[in-house]
Every structure is written in C-alpha cells, then in structure tokens.
C-alpha cells in the first residue's frame, strides 16, 4: 500500500503531522475555542435572504475584489478599533490561516525566513513550512511573556523577512504590550526590513485595545483579525488584515482567482449588519472567562492571566495525564503540547460549571500545588 513516505513530497514536509485538535463526541468540548452561542436567529434568516440572493447569480463569478465586504470590515474596525481605516487598507480571504498564508507567499517563501515566539499559533510555523519559508523558533519568559532583549538578537542575528507577535496569544491567552510590538518592529526594520505582522485572532475578548492605529506610518505592519471567534463564525471561514494600501496591492499577487466565494461574502456581509448583538455574546464570554481564571485559582491551580476566549491553566506533573483525567469526566480541553499545562475554551456557564466540577477532582494530579484544605465540621 503507498503511504506519504512512498510519495516525492517536499523534505521540509516528510515526518509531519496535520494541524488538529481532537474532535471528540463528549457532552463538554471546551478545547477549540469556538463561541459556544449558537448565532441568534433574526441573522440566521438574514443569511437565508443573503444567500438567496446571491445565489440567483452564482452562474457567474463573485466579486472578485470583495468591495462591499471589504468596505463594511473597514467600518467595523474604524469603530471598534480605534483607528480610522478604508476600503483601501482591508483585505479579506478564507479564514485568518489563508489571510497568513498569502502574507507568507507574498513576503516569505524559499530562500526566506519568518520567526514566531514560541508557544504561540502553530499554524504559523505549519504555513511557513507549506509555502517553503525558514521557521525560526523566537524566545518567551518563563512567564510567557516575550523576551524582548532575546527576541531584539535573534531578529539581529537571523534577519528573518517576517516577524510574528500573536495578542492575545494562543495557547498562553496573555496580551503583548504595544510597546514591545513597537520594540520588535523597529528591530525589524534595523535587520533588514522586514514585514510584521500582528495576529489578533482573539483582540475582541481582551481586556486592552487593538494594536491597529499601530499601523499608522508603519507600511511593514499588519494587523490580521478572523470571524470565527467573536462573530460566533467559525463554519464560514472568514479572515482579514488591516494595513498599508500597498500591503493589499501585494498580497493580490497571489490570490487565487475569485477566492471567496459569493455565499461566503453574503453570509459575512449578513453577520456584520448584527455587529451589535454578536458584541453582546463576547461580553458574556469575557466575563465567563474572569470567573474561570477565578475559580481556577481559587482552587489551587496556577493560572495564565488571559485575555483571550481560553485560559491556560496548570501546572501538572503529567499534562496528558491530567487531560485524559478530564476527559473521563465528559469534558475535552486542550492538550497543546506546553509541558505542565492545559488550555480550556470559555463556553456557556453550564459547560464552564461542568469543568470546573472536573478540575476540582484532579488537585492530586497537579504538581507543586497543595490540596485546599476542607472545611472542618463544626
């Protein structure tokens, strides 16, 4: 039987596994971090509308530039992020991963090298790898901060054409300050220049603001955002960056020919006019997620301050083991592979109560951590 290995695949990919995370059928699945809220109903009709409309015309191709999406993305982000962005600064593609993907083919690729401060968005380093550009792993605290003075010589010493800060970060949920983004893009632009680029995946949920008026004066900048989070979109495969006109101009170079599909458009185009109400769900999800942080150290475990839709939580003697601990008790979370540590998605407050029942169980499993002590009886 021909397996991979029997294959001419490219070196750089023999080996190597696919991004996944398991997908189990549990009563609790907190280890993707989806919003758990279904989408409300009044935008499910209106993508029903959408959709029909656009699809008395799919005998021809979709709008090939995505303007009227492109131009309602730029709406959203001058109102929530605190800068003023046009039609000209937005592009759009098939989830923030094809968003990353076209970054890498347009400023990446043989011959070129991207770094990342580990751990971080695996996805990045497994784009990098796909599109035939070096991955250099860049350094963190203990704390997961980043080490600013060892990032400032690695970017010296390696002069990569991509640098990547993701903030809030995943899988740790902590924010990056504005002013190491700045520290690593004016190291950067010493080295080489070089393009950064700035994922916020998860900046709705953050206790801060976005780092998008950082793009102001700085056409090496970009600021790459998704749907599937906070919209509550992780089926319609929707991401998009912010940046410099000539950043959009570039990465068009290598867009596949009408790349998102008319159905996509309207249905992202139907989710942005319920911008409101979906807001409305992340503010719940927020507060979800302090009462997580909360509770979890309440009982023991130490805890990753997150701003993020997830927390990561530990630390364990086995992780894997703590996580198959967890499993037992009907509820999936996330083993990324960070020694000592979990990470749990925020879901509703049924499914949060149901993990944090199953946590309280484990204390013998978590390493260094003394078990409460209980109440004595009267």
């Given amino acids: 039987m021909t397996r991979i290995d029997d294959l001419p695949v490219r070196d750089e990919l023999r080996g190597k596994s696919p991004y996944g995370a398991p997908q189990l059928d549990v009563p609790v699945r907190l280890n993707t971090n989806e919003n758990p809220y279904p989408l409300p109903e009044p935008l499910v009709e209106r993508i029903a509308e959408r959709v029909r409309e656009a699809a008395r015309d799919l005998n021809r191709y979709p709008d090939r530039d995505a303007v009227e999406l492109r ?10 992020g605190g800068h003023r962005v046009g039609l000209e600064n937005v592009w759009a593609a098939n989830g923030s991963n094809e968003v990353i993907q076209q ?13 990342g401060f580990e751990p971080s968005y695996s996805m990045h380093a497994l784009i990098a790898r796909g599109t035939g550009t070096g991955w250099i792993p860049g350094p963190r605290n203990e704390d997961f901060t980043i080490d600013l003075a060892a990032a400032r010589r690695a970017i010296a010493e390696h002069r990569p054409d991509v640098v990547f800060v993701t903030t809030p970060n995943n899988p740790t949920g902590n924010a990056v300050p504005p002013e190491t983004v700045l520290a690593l893009y004016e190291a950067a632009q010493a080295a080489k220049p070089s393009m950064v680029i700035v994922d916020e995946a998860y900046v709705e949920f953050s206790h801060g603001d976005s780092l998008l008026p950082l793009i102001e004066g700085r056409p090496h900048l970009v600021v790459s955002r998704t749907m599937s989070k906070a919209f509550g979109a992780a089926g319609l495969r929707l991401g998009y960056l912010a940046a410099h006109p000539a950043v959009v101009d570039a990465v068009q170079l290598v867009r596949l020919p009408y790349h998102l599909s008319a159905v996509t458009q309207a249905t992202a185009l139907a989710a942005l006019e319920h911008t409101d109400t979906l807001l409305k769900y992340v503010e719940q999800l927020k507060s979800e997620r302090d009462r997580l942080v909360a509770e979890l150290r309440a009982t023991g475990y130490e805890v990753i301050e997150s701003d993020a839709n997830f927390v990561q939580f530990g630390r364990f003697a086995d992780a894997h083991e703590a ?26 407050p049924q499914e949060n109560d149901a993990f944090l029942d199953a946590v309280r169980e484990l204390e013998c499993f978590v390493g260094d951590i003394p078990t409460p002590p209980k109440e004595q009886s009267a």
């Fill in 71 to 80: 131009t309602r993305l730029a709406e959203y982000l001058t109102r929530t």
């Fill in 103 to 115: 970054l890498l083919q347009t400023f990446g690729g043989p011959g070129r090298t991207a770094i």
């Fill in 323 to 348: 996580w198959r601990k967890i499993l037992d008790r009907g509820v999936l979370v996330r083993d990324n592979g960070v020694p000592g540590w979990l990470r749990v998605s925020t879901g509703t």
